[in-house]
Structure formats: C-alpha cells, structure tokens
C-alpha cells in the first residue's frame, strides 16, 4: 500500500519568500506530525493533529509557522517570509494508534522535503 | 537540559559484534520509548517500542528499559555493515500524542 508521500522533495527558495509543503498521510491514519531535522540534528517536533480536534502548535517556532489539515487528509505546512535558520529537512508522519496501548501510537514518516533558503 | 539524550558518535563496531546504544530521558513518569533507524538521506523507521521494565528482543534487536535509572538502549547482535545507520530514541510525552527525539547515535559497523 502507498506510504506517507510529501512534495516537493526539494526546494529552494530565497530569503523572504513564502513556501509550502505538502503531506498524504496513510489512508486512514487519524494522526498527522510535521517535524522540522536540522543537518545531524534530531526530529524537532512542530505540529501534531488528530481527527477534527484542535492541532497540537505547541512545537511551532515562530507565527511564520502555520499548518493546516482538511479532516483526515492532506495536510500543508506553511513558512512565511523565509529565513535562513528555515533550511532543513521537514519531515510528515502519520499515525496509526495501537491496540490495548491507550495513547500510543506508531509513527510511518514520509520521504521529507529538503528546505534550502538562499 | 536537554529532555532525551544520545551520545552522537560515531560509534564503530565490528562486524559481528554487539552494539550497544543508549538513550536517557528527563521526564521519569514516560512511560513509552521507541528506537528508529534512520539511514543517510532517509526517513527515520521504526524498529522498537518497549513499554516496560526490562528486556524486548525482536530478532537480533533488544530493547531494554530501566525506568528507575530513566534509560532505555538498543543492543543489535551479530552487527552487519547494512546495521550503519543514526538511531534516532524517542520518548512519548505522558499525556499528549507528542514524541520527544534525541539526536541520534551515528552506528558504523565495519566489515
């Protein structure tokens, strides 16, 4: 079956402008992550949904930072006036929550988008 | 302080060795812990969850959680060259869907 999918798989944009990415989560997966991974650095968490109630933001690191999912769909991840400290790797995960684990569930993360600000 | 921590490495083992890797957390009442293996230029996998005290073997990984001390390692036996990769520890934050990373250890096993 498809996996989680993201696009562009690259970009690289100019200091100042506006971009953004895109994740296809699983079919059925309720939860949705966007992660932001500096070069050798771990997974910095950034936004979290699942189903219709209100996003997890706690982990955006500016109001540059947006992102927006329709249902249990697509999502889109927005960074506004781009800055350098931007470029990174922005990687999508959704999730499938485990049986008899209240609360847990199992990350399937997606190829990334490789952000490079000029 | 950082909340989860891993030593960066590299750390270079012999093929065919054991390879230990370790991960310590800050927040004692955790209670969810989860290794990826994440390969250059890839996205990160999940190899191992491990819930409680004590050991998880799943073919030639074991997981190992000792809540007390707040660490949990990853051992790999017979090591292969194909085991080379970061492995990424991830802690669940205990009432919330957020998972906390470390940095990752880099694993270079040599043949």
């Known amino acids: 079956g498809a996996g989680v999918s993201q696009s562009p798989s690259n970009k690289v944009t100019e200091k100042g402008k506006d971009v953004e990415l895109r994740c296809d989560p699983i079919?059925?997966?309720?939860?949705l992550y966007w992660y932001r991974q500096r070069l050798g650095q771990g997974l910095e968490f950034l936004i979290y949904?699942?189903?219709?109630?209100?996003?997890?933001k706690s982990g955006l690191p500016s109001d540059r930072f947006s992102a927006e999912r329709t249902g249990e769909s697509v999502s889109t991840l927005t960074i506004q006036r781009t800055q350098q400290e931007d470029s990174a790797v922005y990687l999508c995960?959704?999730?499938?929550?485990?049986?008899?684990?209240?609360?847990?569930?199992?990350?399937?993360f997606g190829p990334g988008t490789r952000l490079t600000v000029l | 302080q950082k909340e989860v921590e891993q030593n960066s490495g590299p750390l270079s083992v012999p093929e065919g060795a054991i390879a230990s890797l370790n991960c310590t957390y800050s927040?004692?009442?955790?209670?969810?812990f989860f290794w990826y293996r994440q390969y250059s230029g890839k996205s990160p996998e999940l190899i191992m969850s491990?819930?409680?005290?004590g050991d998880k073997e799943d073919g030639r990984f074991t997981a190992q959680l000792n809540k007390a001390s707040q660490y949990v390692s990853l051992l790999i036996r017979d090591s292969q060259p194909s085991d080379s990769a970061t492995y990424l520890c991830?802690?669940?934050?205990?009432?919330?869907?957020?998972?906390?990373f470390g940095t990752g250890t880099r694993l270079k096993v040599l043949a």
């Open positions: 995960a959704s999730s499938v929550r485990l049986p008899g684990l209240a609360g847990v569930v199992e990350q399937f």
């Open positions: 079919s059925g997966h309720t939860a």
């Open positions: 949904f699942q189903g219709n109630s209100a996003p997890d």
């Open positions: 927040d004692r009442g955790s209670q969810s």
């Open positions: 491990i819930y409680s005290n």
């Open positions: 991830a802690v669940k934050v205990l009432g919330t869907y957020k998972y906390i």
